[in-house]
Structure formats: structure tokens, C-alpha cells
């Protein structure tokens, strides 16, 4: 706990042995306001789900100088893992920068801020069930994703 953490804390206690309980009633019916205003307002909490088709994602991760190949894999709601491969191996850490920053970048811009972009340590592979090779494809099944139908 740092120091700033500690000196409120203790004027929390020290308020609520001068008030009361009272107090500490206000205070956290005060708190689950400001939560619930968050909730209803911002983008970081939104419920309904965000669509975007394979092919535009596709297209923001395409022709980076250096990078030979990707492939974008969704493995959960909100995260989104990118196979890599470069032209240069020894370069591969300055070439993820640019396609993550494009990726986070695009999908903030549509309504999807907290979708964790990670970087595999395997190259671009072949679909595990269809055998083809696909740039964009989900490992969600209809139920983990919400989804009812088809996917």
C-alpha cells in the first residue's frame, strides 16, 4: 500500500469513528452511484456484443513493412491472439508493435476497447478442424460466445 492509499484510509477510519456508521452508509451508497453512473456511460462496460466481420479486421493487420504473414485467432469474448510471422526473426518484437497498436487502434474505434491483444509464440497454422488456411477464424462455440445458431 503506498503512502497516499494509507493516509486516506486512515482519514476513512477516522471519520467513521467521528460520524458513525451513517457516514459510512453515504459514502458507499455514494461509491455504487458513481459505479453505476460508469456502467450506464462509458465504453469500457458495455454489454452488447460487437460484431466485425473477418474480412476488416483481416485488412487493418495486412502489408506492415516486415511482416510476412499473420493469421488473427479469437479465443474468448474479449480477447484476440495474433500468430506472427516476420521476414526478419531478430526484428520480430519492433514488427508487433505496429499490427497490436493497429488492431487495438480498430477495435477501440468500434466499440470494443478492452479486448486483450496477445502475440503467440507459434507461427500462422492450418485450421485445427478444417485443415485450410484461414487469416481470421474463432474458437468460441456458440455457447461460450452468446451466440445461438450458428457462429
Not at 479465443?75 to 499490427?99: H, I
Given at each position: ?90 526484428g ?19 466499440g470494443?476497447?478492452m ?26 462455440t456458440?455457447?461460450?460466445?452468446g ?5
Amino acid at each position: 500500500m503506498d503512502r497516499l492509499t494509507y493516509i486516506g484510509a486512515l482519514c476513512d477510519a477516522y471519520r467513521t469513528a467521528r460520524q458513525g456508521q451513517a457516514c459510512v452508509a453515504r459514502r458507499q451508497q455514494r461509491l455504487q452511484d458513481i459505479v453505476a453512473y460508469a456502467r450506464a456511460h462509458s465504453p469500457y462496460y458495455r454489454r452488447e456484443e460487437v460484431q466485425i466481420l473477418p474480412l476488416a479486421i483481416a485488412t487493418v493487420a495486412e502489408e506492415i513493412p516486415g511482416m510476412a504473414g499473420c493469421q488473427l485467432i479469437q479465443r474468448t469474448p474479449s480477447s484476440l491472439t495474433v500468430r506472427l510471422r516476420v521476414e526478419d526473426p531478430r526484428g520480430e518484437e519492433a514488427v508487433w508493435a505496429a499490427p497490436r497498436n493497429r488492431l487495438a487502434a480498430f477495435l477501440s474505434a468500434h466499440g470494443a476497447p478492452m479486448v486483450t491483444i496477445e502475440k503467440a509464440d507459434e507461427a500462422p497454422a492450418l485450421h485445427p478442424r478444417s485443415g485450410k488456411f484461414r487469416e481470421v477464424y474463432s474458437e468460441l462455440t456458440p455457447e461460450r460466445s452468446g451466440h445461438h445458431g450458428r457462429p
